[in-house]
């Protein structure tokens, strides 16, 4: 096959508006609103490299499909998915985070791979890496 192999994952969350604070505001990430048809659902979608990220609210994915709903009361979002992402300004965005009060779960450490590393919470229990090479400020999302 010729085409460029593509990834995509949906993420159900609360609240769209504060995923795109979370994502776009304090992680300085490529978030953008998508366009949608008539009826569709509102989301946020996140893209590079061959890669996507779409966040939905939990509600919209219910409406579509009902029979999911058992299923988001029993297992919490977040539960065995690990997102990691590079950023340019780690200590901006540890010191945002801790302004906002958001969970962190590792607080910002130099690692002896020459990274400075932090893991946190995003608002529906996602758990994030966020690294940032020591010594560089370019601009690279994902791992």
Known sequence: MADEARVSMQLAVADIDITEAFYGGILEMPVKRALTSPGAPEHLIMEQDGWSLIFVEESAVI??????????????KGVGITLHFRVN?????????????????????RKPYGAMELWCFDPDGY?????QPVGSRQSAVGS
């Open 127 to 131: 758990l994030v890496v966020l690294e």
């Open 63 to 76: 409406h579509a499909h009902p029979i999911l709903e058992e299923r988001f009361s029993i297992y919490p």
């Open 89 to 109: 300004d780690i200590e901006g965005i540890s010191d945002a985070l801790e302004d906002e009060g958001l969970e962190i779960l590792y607080p910002l450490e």
